[in-house]
């Protein structure tokens, strides 16, 4: 799996992309929308840092973390004043599959190449466009974190975290009251590093790490672009 994606991986083709989607009477001048895809996971960052590699693993530590807060992906649409879009009828148009072929509407897809993107900013005023997309994946983001359902699920998540660790440290305080010695200093240090990880983990959850997945440019119009 790991090759697989590394594979996957090594082109950036379907993670980046800019399109121009014809749509007829769809829009009277042409509009420009931003898509990102963010792949939402734990933040290990503090967990990594803990204790001996040896002992701890990323693996291992990527298996615990996803276990208490499942890999999320979630979809944010802005327009080119860095608004979310919201209306349904044009997240539903936004959304729709590539297509070179033409919808039963008419309309149809073309992938926006240099050529056809020096035409396409003829029609679309880009401004400075390498910083305007950094504020729109930034935005992005921001509307991910910002989103109270969001951050009703990494508080549940972190809450059963929270008391799987105490459980967990429960369960190691009962064992280590029986034990005296060197195995005892042993299995205590191990007690503190599980506690450790556990936080590390929790806190992780709570502000857990977002980024792009995939990433894209879309310009609405109701009219061709150029040889399309």
Not at 28 to 45: A, G, H, N, V, Y
Not at 125 to 142: I, K, N, S, Y
């Amino acid at each position: 799996m790991q090759a697989l994606e590394a594979q996957i991986r090594c082109d950036d083709r379907g993670t980046a992309f800019a399109m121009w989607r014809y749509v007829p009477r769809s829009v009277q001048t042409p509009r420009l929308f931003f898509r990102f895809d963010f792949f939402i996971e734990s933040d290990l960052t503090s967990a990594q840092n803990l204790g001996d590699p040896i002992i701890i693993s990323r693996q291992a530590l990527r298996r615990r973390a996803d276990e208490a807060f499942p890999v999320d992906y979630r979809t944010v649409w802005l327009n080119s004043d860095l608004e979310q879009i919201k209306n349904a009828k044009l997240l539903a148009v936004l959304g729709l599959p590539y297509t070179r072929q033409a919808r039963s509407d008419g309309g149809r897809d073309v992938n926006l190449r240099i050529d056809r993107w020096e035409r396409a900013a003829k029609l679309v005023q880009f401004g400075d466009w390498p910083d305007l997309c950094l504020r729109a994946r930034h935005v992005g983001e921001q509307v991910v974190r910002n989103d109270p359902t969001f951050q009703e699920h990494c508080t549940r998540s972190a809450k059963q975290a929270l008391n799987r660790s105490l459980a967990t440290s429960n369960s190691l305080a009962s064992r280590i009251a029986r034990l005296s010695g060197a195995t005892r200093e042993a299995e205590e240090r191990m007690a503190r590093l599980e506690s450790s990880l556990s936080q590390a983990i929790i806190q992780g959850i709570e502000r857990p790490s977002i980024r792009v997945d995939s990433a894209g440019v879309l310009v609405l119009a109701s009219t061709f672009l150029g040889d399309q």
